[in-house]
């Protein structure tokens, strides 16, 4: 179990991509998503993962509500969607429902590298 991706300042208000480069790994499996950081107290905010951009591909995590992530210190952790073996690069977090005021938080991908070492 290892960082995946991760992207940092994640624009919670406005419905739009932002690329998460996963990190050297062939062959992968998410296990969790992970939201922390937030400027503001998330009310209506939601985000999910795809491995294509404009929510195609695999759902890694359907679209979520941030409602609990009141502060820059809460830490919220989501359970995949899918945890099917992915080879997709880069990874594709959305806002799929905006804020309505600034708002950024940082997004952690964790899961199983499936890939062989030589």
């Not at 009310?43 to 992530?69: E, N, P, Y």
């Amino acid at each position: 179990l290892r960082l995946i991706a991760s992207a940092q300042s994640v624009d919670l208000n406005s419905v739009a991509d932002t690329v998460c480069n996963v990190i050297d790994s062939g062959r992968y499996s998410v296990q969790s998503v992970i939201v922390t950081n937030a400027s503001v107290n998330l009310t209506t905010g939601q985000l999910a993962v795809f491995t294509g951009a404009s929510a195609t591909g695999t759902a890694i995590l359907s679209a979520s509500a941030l409602t609990d992530c009141t502060t820059a210190s809460v830490v919220k952790i989501f359970t995949a969607s899918s945890t099917a073996a992915q080879t997709t690069t880069p990874l594709y977090v959305r806002c799929t429902t905006a804020q309505g005021a600034a708002a950024t938080a940082d997004v952690f991908i964790y899961g199983y590298d499936l890939t062989f070492l030589p």
